[in-house]
């Protein structure tokens, strides 16, 4: 057990192995410390040229044989807070970076740019990433309720609602259900429209220049398409549906 949380902070197997093996041997050499850890001489001698030099092992001669030890185990809490400083440093760097290669970035721009996923996991992932890129955005939405509840788990569906909470998205939503209306839902307008009437089998969303469209029916698969020509004719369609049933539940 011990091993696997020592791999969790940055060590891999033979490295989790080796530096255990030498912390409890103490003063040890390479024989030992291979024979220790289960790990032939040569490779447990580069494991430990690698951790001597992440400051993790130490080594001293004694006559002309050569001992190694483990470091204490707070040395690893350097190294982290070090790779911490370290990641940060390489995040302003990048942020710095940032606007010049947007300025930079050509990735034909004419196009259409399309993203295929496949899966339960895929259209989850595909859906949280739409989420995350969407901050403080609206998001438009057509969907069955019934055919994504056969197909996504309750615990999802409210994972799902939380990240777009938080990251402040509201929706404006037009949507089937047999069971009725959805309540609760925070942040957002919705309509209910008669699945009977109206049979809808995916799930379309569409903000700024992107459409996110997931099939339930046949095979779960989705696509995420990104061009604002697009994203522009959708908003469009949509808008003029929302009109539509506002007028036609307001003549009712």
Not at 99 to 112: G, T, Y
């Amino acid at each position: 057990m011990i091993q696997k949380d020592i791999q969790s902070l940055g060590l891999n197997e033979k490295e989790a192995k080796v530096y255990l093996a030498s912390l409890e041997l103490g003063q040890a050499t390479v024989q030992k410390i291979s024979a220790k850890a289960g790990i032939k001489r040569p490779t447990t001698y580069f494991i430990i040229e690698g951790l001597m030099e992440r400051g993790l092992m130490s080594s001293y001669y004694q006559g002309k044989k050569q001992f190694f030890m483990a470091e204490m185990p707070e040395r690893i809490l350097d190294l982290i807070a070090k790779e911490r400083k370290e990641l940060e440093l390489r995040e302003e760097q990048f942020k710095r970076l940032l606007p010049e290669l947007q300025s930079i970035n050509n990735r034909n721009k004419d196009k259409p740019v399309v993203k295929y996923y496949e899966g339960k996991d895929g259209i989850l992932t595909m859906t949280l990433e739409h989420m995350k890129s969407s901050k403080n955005q609206q998001l438009f939405n057509v969907f069955s309720r019934d055919v994504i509840e056969q197909a996504i788990t309750p615990d999802d569906l409210i994972h799902i609602r939380k990240e777009r909470l938080g990251n402040k998205i509201t929706t404006k939503t037009i949507y089937t259900r047999e069971k009725g209306d959805l309540e609760g839902v925070e942040n957002a307008e919705m309509i209910r429209l008669p699945a009977k009437d109206f049979p809808v089998s995916c799930d379309i969303a569409f903000y700024e220049d992107k459409v996110r469209i997931a099939s339930f029916k046949d095979r779960l698969m989705g696509v995420v398409i990104e061009d604002k020509e697009i994203a522009q004719s959708f908003r469009t369609i949509f808008e003029l549906a929302w009109k539509w049933v506002n007028r036609d539940k307001q003549a009712k």
